[in-house]
């Protein structure tokens, strides 16, 4: 029987080792449940049989000893889980089909949203209450236009991505989507947070506004580079492709280029 692809919701977490959750019910040597959230194993299936840890290309997995169960004596624990790229190979090549992969946005994209919500509602509640902080009614416009061309960019992965299977996510995607927004920018969904952020800051005309922009800035800009890093593992040179074909976020840019692809 494979893993249970909603274990997050059937099962109780019951703590964690060397910082990967296990999921219960454990009783060993005997069970031993699932080892880690977005890569998991299910230990009670997995049979040590290895092919996960020579398959990944990013050594996500390390060998943890589990004398006395019933199936191996040994197992892959996802030690590094949060350098996983998505790319599915471990998943797909279990001969038991013990583990799962879910798309986990990284640390720095998780600290970056919920602080740049409460950036733009903050500025653009400022902005409609008490007016533009230096009184410049024109910027103030131009922040809601820019709020607008945002918002699309923003919903892109909801817009563009194929359907999310069962028990994963819309971003779990096995082929590069280069459709809509993501055939003009390769990270329309961070163009689209930066392009809010700045229509927010305009609106308010606020200092703090941009003063509390500015991290989010650094944090977005790290996310991207990681994700680039990972993407080119997962799709290979496919990615190396479409980075030739498609600029990073510069929607200028991407614009004219895809205008020239239209007319080839
Ligand atoms: S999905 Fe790919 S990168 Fe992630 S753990 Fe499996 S083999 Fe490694
Ligand atoms: S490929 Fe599957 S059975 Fe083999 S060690 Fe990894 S989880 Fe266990």
Redesign the pocket.
């Known amino acids: 029987m494979p893993i249970n692809p909603d274990f997050q919701k059937k099962r109780k977490r019951v703590g964690k080792e060397e910082g990967v959750a296990v999921w219960g019910p454990v009783d060993p040597p005997e069970k031993l449940g699932i080892r880690g959230t977005n890569?998991a194993v299910d230990w009670d299936i997995c049979k040590g049989c290895g092919v996960?840890l020579d398959?990944?290309?990013?050594?996500?997995?390390g060998w943890k000893g589990t004398s006395g169960h019933p199936t191996s004596d040994r197992k892959p624990s996802?030690i590094g889980?949060s350098?996983?790229?998505?790319?599915?190979?471990?998943?797909a090549q279990c001969p038991v089909q013990a583990?799962r992969?879910v798309f986990g946005p990284p640390k720095a994209f998780i600290a970056a949203v919920p602080l740049m919500f409460a950036q733009i509602i903050v500025s653009v509640i400022y902005g409609i209450v008490y007016g533009p902080y230096l009184g410049l009614s024109i910027p103030f416009y131009v922040g809601w236009i820019i709020l607008v061309v945002g918002l699309p960019f923003f919903l892109s992965p909801s817009l563009y991505f194929p359907k999310a299977q069962e028990g994963k996510s819309v971003m779990d995607t096995r082929a590069i989507v280069d459709s809509g927004t993501y055939g003009i920018v390769r990270h329309p969904q961070v163009l689209g947070c930066i392009l809010l952020i700045c229509g927010s800051i305009v609106i308010s005309q606020h200092w703090l506004s941009a003063i509390v922009a500015a991290p989010i800035f650094v944090l977005f800009y790290r996310y991207v580079l990681k994700e680039e890093k990972s993407l080119i593992?997962?799709f290979g040179n496919d990615y190396k492709c479409y980075m030739q074909r498609v600029p990073s976020m510069n929607f200028i840019v991407g614009i004219i280029r895809l205008k020239f692809r239209k007319h080839e």
């Open positions: 890569v996960c398959v990944c290309p990013m050594h996500v997995y996802p889980e350098e996983c790229a998505c790319c599915y190979d471990c998943e583990i992969v593992v997962k």
